[in-house]
């Protein structure tokens, strides 16, 4: 139900769209739907007893209505497409971290800090990958890639994948993207990126500074040795152009000169006394998600300015 939502232009909650976070969950007012594979984890028997749903899983089975727990009327939502695209970049920028850079034949409409689906060749397996993108680079998208030892896509992405191979694209899912340009107040923002979570963290800072140049942005990436860092020069670029930005690189497993040792929330706790009335993004791991949302809430940020996109397990190992 969710892809036929998105595919017609009418938004709806979607972040993972594996069954696993629960956020495209709704009420069925009647009809019947098949739950496919929703995990009873995420969609309890009391919950499907109750008429609720996940939309990224279930089917309907005859006319089915729907209600969604939240409405936002009047939101609006790019249209999920299919496409090919056509690999025209591969680059080792980290340990087990690339860049893939995939050459589209028309522009894809999507919100900064949105992500797309790659099909894995040979098989019927997707996995998501955040845009690095802003919404004004739409026809060469950017995705960071880490390795997973045996994960079907990274035997892939980090085998014979070469440019010039076609892939298959969905997208943009998700929720966690830059408010639209009429709902951007130009508050001071943090974001904490664990790992490739710096991804879509940099199309989302790239906007905000666009549109509010003098505006205080603080970017934390948080990775476990030196040789985890990537696109320092970037973000470099980014603070020389940018009075009110800066960033900070952490590193968890050891200490070396120039950077934070530690947990990247943390060294938000240490470095702002309050955030009240600031906007906070995360994106990594569900540990240090979880982690930045308490120390948000610890500096008096509000829970509605919180958005969070948390990186989950997705790949198999291949056969």
């Known amino acids: 139900m969710l892809e036929a939502f998105l595919r017609a232009g009418i938004w709806m909650p979607n972040s993972c769209n594996q069954g696993t976070c629960g956020t495209c969950k709704l009420q069925v007012v009647c009809g019947e739907v098949d739950h496919g594979d929703s995990p009873l984890e995420t969609l309890t028997a009391e919950e499907r007893a109750a008429g609720l749903a996940l939309a990224c899983q279930a089917r309907p089975l005859a006319e089915t209505e729907v209600a969604l727990r939240g409405s936002e009327p009047g939101r609006t939502t790019h ?10 970049g591969v680059e080792e920028i980290a340990r ?24 894995v060749p040979g098989t019927t397996e997707r996995r998501p990958y955040s845009l690095a993108n802003t919404a004004e680079e739409d026809k060469v998208l950017e995705l960071h890639v880490r390795r997973v030892p045996g994960g079907v896509a990274s035997e892939w992405l980090f085998g014979p994948v070469a440019v010039g191979d076609r892939v298959e694209v969905r997208g943009p ?38 549109r509010h140049p003098e505006r205080t942005v603080v970017l934390y990436h948080g990775v476990r040795v030196e040789a985890d860092l990537y696109d320092t020069d970037r973000l470099e670029e980014l603070a020389a152009g ?45 540990p240090m998600v979880e982690a930045g949302v308490k120390a948000f809430k610890r500096r008096r940020m509000a829970p509605r300015l919180i958005h969070r996109e948390k990186f989950t397990a997705a790949d198999a190992p291949a056969p």
């Open 173 to 210: 899912l998700g929720d966690f993207h830059a408010p639209d340009a009429d709902e951007d107040q130009g508050e001071p923002m943090v974001l904490i990126g664990g790992g490739t979570g710096l991804a879509p963290l940099l199309g989302i800072a790239r906007t905000a500074l666009a």
């Open 79 to 88: 249209v999920l497409r299919d496409l090919t695209a056509t690999v025209v």
């Open 242 to 286: 940018h009075p009110g930005f800066s960033f900070v690189t952490v590193l968890s497993r050891e200490a070396v000169r120039g950077h934070r040792h530690g947990y990247a929330p943390d060294a938000f706790v240490e470095d702002i006394a309050g955030a009240r009335g600031w906007s906070g993004w995360l994106c990594g791991p569900p």
């Open 96 to 119: 087990d971290t690339r860049r893939i850079l995939l050459g589209l034949e028309e522009p894809l409409a999507f919100s900064a800090g949105q992500y797309v689906e790659l099909l």
